[in-house]
C-alpha cells in the first residue's frame, strides 16, 4: 500500500505535509463516526499530524478535491449515497470501508428481503403511518431508494476494510497510525463484526 | 488398536487407527475450521471446510470422515486450501441475512468465529438476501433461519441423542430448511421434548432460547461428549 | 420354466415370425406415442382385420426406432429366403394406413412415396447391440423378448458358468460404465464379488436426468427383460439375491413394462427361487425416484431406496464396499445392464472387437437440438462426431452453421467446430473438456448463445442441488447470479473473474459429482467461447442475439424510481 503521507506528489509541498483524510456518512446510524470521536485524547495526538477536511465533523458542502483517505460509513442505499460515494472514489487515494454497514450492508441492508424500494416505501410511509399515509413524492426533498442496498465494494473499489459495528476506537486509531506510518495495516487478527 | 504413523504437513505423527484425521490433527494443535461437525455427533462432511490434501489422491478429503492409514501424507494450510475455506465461508455469510450486530449470539458465533480464522474481512459475492421466516411459536425456543447455515447438528443430535427426531430437512438446493416434524410450527409439534439440545449445538444464532438480545447468548457444547461417552460405556447401569 | 423349455419357446416365437406374412412394428416409444402412434397401431389392426389378414399379420408395438423427429413410424418386416426384408413407414398417418394395409400388406407392393430409406446414413453407420431388438419385439411380452434369444445368456451363465466366468466374460469384453464416468465394469463386479457382507444387492441406476436425454428410458420401455436379464447376471456374478431398478417418477411408462416385465419373468421362474431350475435366486424390485436429480448419484440414489433424504454421502467407503443397508453393493447404469446380455451370449471377446482401444462397444446417444435427425441412435465407440452430427443426425437444419455439441448434459461441456472430427470415446471427451456422460448430445447453431447456454445448465444445477454441501447449494446460486448479469449486460470483467475462482471452487471441493461438475458447462464454453463473454461485458451485445441487454438488473442497486402513488403528500 502507498504511504499516504503524500510527501512524493508534486505541489504544495507544505499542505501537503499533512494527510488529507475525509469522512463519509452513507446509510448508516453515525456509530462509527461516535466511535472515531470516542478516541478521546488521542484525536488529540492525531490532530496535528493530519487534517480532517471533509465529513459530517467538518463544515464543508464540497467534497475536496486530493484526498489521501477517506473513511466511509454506511451502505449504499439511495442516490444520493451513490453519487457521494463515487464522488469521493474520484477525489481520494484512499478508500477504507469503515464499520459493518458499509462493509456488509449491515442494518441498513435489511431491508432487501423485500422486494423493491417501492414495497419499502410503501411499508414505511403508506402500511405503517397513523396519519396521512402517502410517500412523498416532492422531488428534492428524499433522495431516491436504490432497489438494493448494497455494501460499498459492490459500487466503487475498495482499498481496505474495516469491519465492526462499530469498528472500537483502539481500531480506528490503529488503522489511521498505521496508515500514516506508511504502513499496511494488518487486520487478520483484529477482526470483529457487529 | 493398533497405532499409525502418518506426516501432517513435513511432520510425523503417530495416531491410533479408530481416530478420524481430524481427531488427530486436533490434539496434534493443528486447527481447522468446521462448522458441520461437532464431537458427540456422526460427521457428515457437508460444510466442506475440513478439507485437506492427501498425497497420492487428486481430490481433497473432509478430514472429519476420513480414516487414517498408515504413511498418510496430509498437508492442511496449502494455498489454495486457505483460498477454498475463505469463499466458502463468504458462500455462507451471503447466502441467508447473517447481521452479527443485531444477533443474539453475537461474540460467541461459530459462524462469526470462523470467518475471523479465515481472515475474511468482506464478502465478495453478492448477499442473496432471501426473505426467510422465524418460527417463535415454541414455548421457550425461537428458530431462526435468517441465521441457519444448514449444517444440521440439530437435526443429528435430536435424532442420535435424544431419540425424537424432531427435525429434519425439507426442499432443496438454497431453498432447503430445517424443518419441524412434518413442517409444522415447531410450538404445535408433537414430537419435540423441549430439551433444548438442539439450541445448544446449533452453532449460530439460528436457534435460541427466548428473551435473549443481542449478543447475550452463550451455547453449551460439551454436553453431547459425556452423553455419548455414558452411553457407550453404560455408565448409567449401576 | 426350465432351460430346454427356454429354448423351445424362442424356437416357437422365431418361427411364428418367420412364417408370418409380414411383421408390422408401430414405434410405441414415447416420442412416437406423444405423435399418436398408440391410435395408428389400434387403427392398423383394425384395417388389418377388416382385410381379412388378422391371421397372417403379426402387429406390434415396438421399442424406440430411432428416426424420431419423423414419427409416428411403422416398421414392416418380411422374412424371405432366410434373410428379412425391411421397410420403413414414416410420419404415419390415418389415411396412410388404409393404403400400406391395401397395397402393402394385401398386395405386396410397397408405398415408396412414404418410405423411409433404409440405405440413408442414418441407419448404415449405427451399430445396434443394446437397441437390437428395436422393431423386432413387443416389450410388453417376454415370449418376443425369449424369440430374440432373451434370457439364452442367463440360461447359459447359471447351466455353465461359474459367477466369476461371468465377472472374467465382463472384464474381458472391456465394458465400462454407461452412466457417464467410465469406470470398468468389470472391474467393479469383481470388487463386489470379492467385498464380504451377508448380503449382497444389485441396483439398477435408471434415474435418468440430464436435460435432452433419454436413452435409458428408451431401452427401459423398449426392452425391459433386457435390463432384468443383466441384473439377474450380475447378480449370479457377484452372489447378490436382490436387485432394486430406481427409476425416476417422470417415467410413467417405462415404470409399467418393468412392472409388467417382472411380473411375466417372476411367473415363468425366470427370477425368484430357483431361476431356470438353477440353485441361483434373485428377486428385482421397483423404487420410484421423486424427481431429484441428485438421486442419480449413487450414494444419494442408496440414501433415497433405504427411504432416507436423496443425498450424497463422501466417499470412501464406496458403494461396492458399503452400499444399501452397508452392504455391498453393485450400481450400473440401464445401458451398462443393457449391454450384459450380448456380452454373456456371444463373449467379451466378441465385444472387445467393437469400438476403440480403451472404450469398447457402442454407445447410445440421443439427438437432440439444432439437429435435422433429433432421436436416438446406437454407434460403436470411437466414431468422430462429424459422423454422428452431419452423416447420421443428417446436419444442422436451415443451412445455419454449427456451433459447438453439448455431451455429458450438465455435468459436461461444449464441442466446437475444430474438434468435430474428434472419436468419441471416454478420454477424448475428457481431454477437450467435456465428457461421455450418459449420452445426451445436443447440437447448437450459431442462432445459440454460449453465455446463455452456460446460464441454462447452471440454472439446472443450481435448482437440482440437494443443499448438503456448501459450495455447491451456494456457489451454484451465486455463478448462476453472475450469469444472469453477464447475460444481461451488466456485468464487469471482476465478476467474470470471481466466477471464474468460483467454478474452481465447486469442482474442488464440492461433495459430491453434481457439485463438482456444475461448472464444466460455464468452464467449457469459456474455454472456446471466451469473446463472447466478452462481448456481454465489454461490448454489452450478444453476438447471437439471444440475450436481452440491459434488462433491469434487480439484485444490484440499480436506481429505480420509486412508484408514484395517488395518495402522495
Known amino acids: ?194 | 488398536m493398533s497405532v499409525k504413523t502418518l506426516m501432517i504437513n513435513g511432520q510425523m505423527v503417530s495416531a491410533s487407527e479408530d481416530q478420524t484425521l481430524l481427531d488427530v490433527l486436533r490434539e496434534n494443535g493443528i486447527e481447522l475450521p468446521t462448522l458441520c461437525h461437532l464431537d458427540g455427533l456422526t460427521p457428515i462432511g457437508a460444510c466442506r471446510l475440513c478439507l485437506v490434501e492427501l498425497a497420492g489422491s487428486n481430490k481433497l478429503h473432509p478430514a472429519c470422515m476420513t480414516r487414517i492409514t498408515e504413511g498418510m501424507e496430509v498437508t492442511t494450510h496449502s494455498e489454495r486450501l486457505v483460498k477454498y475455506r475463505r469463499m466458502i465461508l463468504e458462500l455462507l455469510f451471503a447466502e441467508r441475512n447473517h447481521f452479527c450486530s443485531i444477533c443474539v449470539i453475537n461474540g460467541q458465533c461459530d459462524l462469526q468465529q470462523m470467518g475471523y480464522d479465515v481472515g475474511m474481512d468482506h464478502v465478495r459475492f453478492e448477499y442473496q438476501c432471501p426473505a426467510v421466516e422465524v418460527d417463535a411459536s415454541h414455548e421457550r425456543f425461537i428458530m431462526d433461519h435468517n441465521r441457519c447455515v444448514l449444517c444440521t447438528r440439530c437435526v443429528r443430535v435430536c435424532h442420535e441423542m435424544e431419540g425424537a427426531h424432531t427435525r429434519d430437512v425439507m426442499g432443496r438446493g438454497g431453498s432447503s430448511r430445517i424443518i419441524t416434524d412434518l413442517n409444522q410450527l415447531w410450538g404445535k409439534s408433537g414430537s419435540c421434548t423441549g430439551c433444548g439440545k438442539c439450541v445448544q449445538v446449533c452453532p449460530t444464532g439460528a436457534l435460541f432460547e427466548k428473551g435473549r438480545s443481542a449478543a447475550e447468548v452463550v451455547k453449551q457444547r460439551d454436553f453431547l461428549v459425556y452423553i455419548k461417552t455414558a452411553r457407550e460405556k453404560h455408565l448409567w447401569i449401576q | 420354466m426350465t432351460g430346454e423349455e427356454l429354448l423351445a419357446a424362442a424356437e416357437k416365437e422365431q418361427a411364428a415370425r418367420r412364417q408370418a406374412k409380414y411383421c408390422v412394428a408401430v414405434c410405441a416409444a414415447a416420442g412416437c406415442h406423444s405423435l399418436g402412434s398408440t391410435s395408428i397401431r389400434e387403427i392398423f389392426q383394425k384395417a388389418v382385420n377388416e382385410a381379412g389378414l388378422g391371421e397372417q399379420i403379426l402387429l406390434y408395438g415396438t421399442g424406440c426406432l430411432g428416426l424420431c423427429h419423423a414419427g409416428p413410424l411403422v416398421e414392416i418386416q418380411r422374412y424371405r429366403e432366410d434373410s428379412w426384408e425391411r421397410w420403413l413407414y414414416h410420419h404415419v398417418n390415418e389415411g396412410m394406413v388404409a393404403e400400406i394395409v391395401r397395397h402393402h400388406l394385401g398386395g405386396d407392393q410397397p408405398l415408396a412415396q412414404f418410405l423411409y430409406p433404409l440405405d440413408d446414413p442414418f441407419f448404415r453407420s449405427q451399430y445396434k447391440i443394446v437397441l437390437e431388438n428395436a422393431g423386432r419385439i413387443n416389450p410388453e411380452r417376454l415370449e418376443d423378448y425369449i424369440g430374440a434369444d432373451g434370457y439364452s445368456a442367463l440360461w447359459k451363465a447359471v447351466s455353465e458358468m461359474t459367477p466369476m466366468d461371468v465377472v472374467r466374460e465382463v472384464t474381458q469384453s472391456g465394458l465400462r460404465g454407461r452412466g457417464g464416468g467410465g469406470y470398468p465394469t468389470g472391474l467393479k463386479w469383481s470388487t463386489v464379488a470379492k467385498s464380504k457382507g451377508s448380503r449382497k444387492f444389485v441396483v439398477c441406476n435408471a434415474d435418468e436426468g440430464d436435460p435432452g436425454a433419454f436413452m435409458d428410458r428408451s431401452i427401459l420401455e423398449g426392452d425391459p427383460h433386457r435390463i432384468l436379464e443383466g441384473m439377474a447376471l450380475a447378480a449370479y456374478a457377484i452372489g447378490a439375491e436382490q436387485g432394486y431398478i430406481y427409476v425416476r417418477g417422470e417415467y410413467p411408462m417405462a415404470i409399467s413394462r418393468l412392472k409388467t416385465a417382472i411380473r411375466q419373468a417372476e411367473k415363468v421362474q425366470l427370477l425368484g427361487n430357483r431361476i431356470l431350475e438353477s440353485a441361483f435366486n434373485f428377486r428385482v424390485d421397483l423404487r420410484i425416484g421423486a424427481g431429484a436429480f441428485v438421486c442419480g448419484e449413487e450414494t444419494a440414489l442408496i440414501g433415497s431406496i433405504e427411504g432416507n433424504r436423496g443425498t450424497p454421502r463422501p466417499r470412501p467407503p464406496f458403494p461396492a464396499e458399503k452400499g444399501l443397508w452397508d452392504m455391498p453393493t453393485l450400481i450400473n447404469n440401464v445401458e451398462t445392464f443393457a449391454n450384459v446380455p450380448a456380452i454373456v451370449r456371444n463373449g467379451g471377446q466378441w465385444f472387445s472387437r467393437i469400438g476403440t482401444e480403451k472404450s469398447k462397444g457402442t454407445k447410445v446417444f440421443a439427438l437432440a437440438g439444432k439437429i435435422v435427425h433429433t432421436g436416438l441412435i446406437e454407434v460403436p465407440m470411437g466414431i468422430s462426431l462429424r459422423q454422428v452430427i452431419f452423416d447420421i443426425g443428417g446436419g444442422i437444419p436451415d443451412g445455419k452453421q454449427f456451433k459447438a455439441a453439448q455431451t455429458g448434459g450438465p455435468s459436461g461441456g461444449c464441442i466446437p467446430l475444430p474438434h468435430l472430427d474428434l472419436p468419441i470415446d471416454y478420454e477424448s471427451l475428457i481431454k477437450v473438456g467435456s465428457m461421455m456422460g450418459s449420452g445426451g448430445l445436443i447440437v447448437m447453431d450459431e442462432t445459440s448463445c454460449m453465455v446463455d447456454v452456460a446460464r441454462f445448465f447452471m440454472q439446472f444445477c443450481m435448482d437440482e442441488s440437494c443443499g448438503k454441501c456448501v459450495p455447491c447449494r451456494a456457489g451454484t446460486a451465486q455463478i448462476y447470479r453472475i450469469l444472469e448479469k453477464i447475460s444481461s449486460g451488466t456485468a464487469s470483467l471482476h465478476d467474470l473473474e470471481l466466477m471464474e475462482e468460483l467454478c474452481d471452487l465447486l469442482k474442488h471441493t464440492s461433495l459430491c459429482g453434481l457439485g463438482q461438475t456444475a461448472p464444466n458447462p460455464v468452464v467449457s464454453t469459456l474455454r472456446y467461447f471466451r469473446e463472447e463473454y466478452l462481448a456481454h461485458i465489454e461490448q454489452k451485445t450478444c453476438p447471437a442475439g439471444v440475450c436481452r441487454m440491459g434488462a433491469p438488473d434487480a439484485a444490484c442497486g440499480s436506481a429505480e424510481p420509486v412508484q408514484e402513488k395517488e395518495n402522495c403528500l
Open chain 1, 1 to 194: 500500500m502507498d504511504s499516504i503521507m503524500g510527501t512524493e506528489t508534486p505541489g504544495n509541498a507544505n499542505h501537503r505535509a499533512r494527510p488529507r483524510i475525509a469522512t463519509l456518512w452513507l446509510g448508516g446510524c453515525a456509530g462509527c463516526h461516535m466511535s472515531f470521536l470516542d478516541m478521546d485524547e488521542r484525536l488529540m495526538d492525531l490532530a496535528p499530524r493530519i487534517s480532517l477536511v471533509y465529513g459530517p465533523l467538518v463544515d464543508r458542502k464540497e467534497f475536496p478535491d486530493q484526498v489521501d483517505v477517506v473513511l466511509v460509513e454506511g451502505a449504499v442505499a439511495n442516490e444520493d449515497n451513490l453519487h457521494h460515494l463515487q464522488e469521493a472514489r474520484k477525489k481520494s487515494r484512499l478508500l477504507v470501508a469503515f464499520g459493518d454497514c458499509a462493509v456488509t450492508g449491515n442494518v441498513t441492508s435489511m431491508r432487501n428481503t423485500q422486494s423493491s424500494a417501492g414495497v419499502v416505501m410503501d411499508r414505511s410511509f403508506v402500511e405503517n403511518a397513523s396519519l396521512h399515509p402517502g410517500v412523498p413524492r416532492s422531488g428534492g426533498i428524499l433522495p431516491r431508494l436504490l432497489d438494493r442496498v448494497i455494501p460499498v465494494h459492490q459500487a466503487v473499489p475498495v482499498d481496505l476494510f474495516l469491519p465492526g459495528c462499530p469498528p472500537s476506537a483502539d481500531l480506528i486509531f490503529y488503522l489511521i497510525s498505521e496508515l500514516l506510518e506508511g504502513r499496511s495495516p494488518d487486520l487478520s487478527d483484529k477482526l470483529k463484526y457487529g
